[in-house]
């Protein structure tokens, strides 16, 4: 499985962005995909889960009602949308994707197959 992600870049406060994980390698939709990032000395965190082809999904508290995750079946594509960017969203962004039995897991140990991140960084 590759995960190739993209659509990082710089923002102002305030603005949006929408990052952007083509899956490739997966025969089937039986998985979850995720959404965790990285800041500078800190530790990776969760941001956003979605079971593909389905409505549900979970996002952390901290971007809750500001960012949401996406599929796109058509371009084995998951999205994730940032409005109301904060500069604490500041960092590498990566997606990743697990086994369906891991549910909407916010636990990063639970997913297999992850993408090479991609920076965002918001300016106050």
């Known amino acids: 499985v590759q995960l190739q992600a993209s659509g990082g870049g710089l923002a102002q406060a305030g603005g949006s962005l929408r990052l952007s994980c083509t899956v490739a390698?997966?025969?089937?939709?039986?998985?979850?995909m995720g959404w965790f990032r990285q800041a500078p000395g800190k530790e990776r965190e969760f941001v956003a889960a979605?079971?593909?082809?389905?409505?549900?999904?979970y996002l952390a508290d901290s971007v809750k009602g500001r960012f949401t995750i996406s599929t796109d079946d058509a371009k084995n594509t998951v999205y994730l949308l940032m409005n109301s960017l904060k500069p604490e969203d500041t960092a590498a962004y990566y997606c990743?994707?697990?086994?369906?039995?891991?549910?909407?897991?916010?636990?990063?140990?639970?997913?297999?197959?992850w993408g090479q991140g991609t920076q965002v960084t918001v300016s106050s």
């Open positions: 979605i079971r593909w082809s389905e409505s549900s999904t």
């Open positions: 390698g997966r025969t089937s939709r039986n998985y979850v």
């Open positions: 990743a994707s697990g086994p369906r039995r891991i549910g909407l897991s916010f636990r990063s140990h639970e997913y297999d197959s």
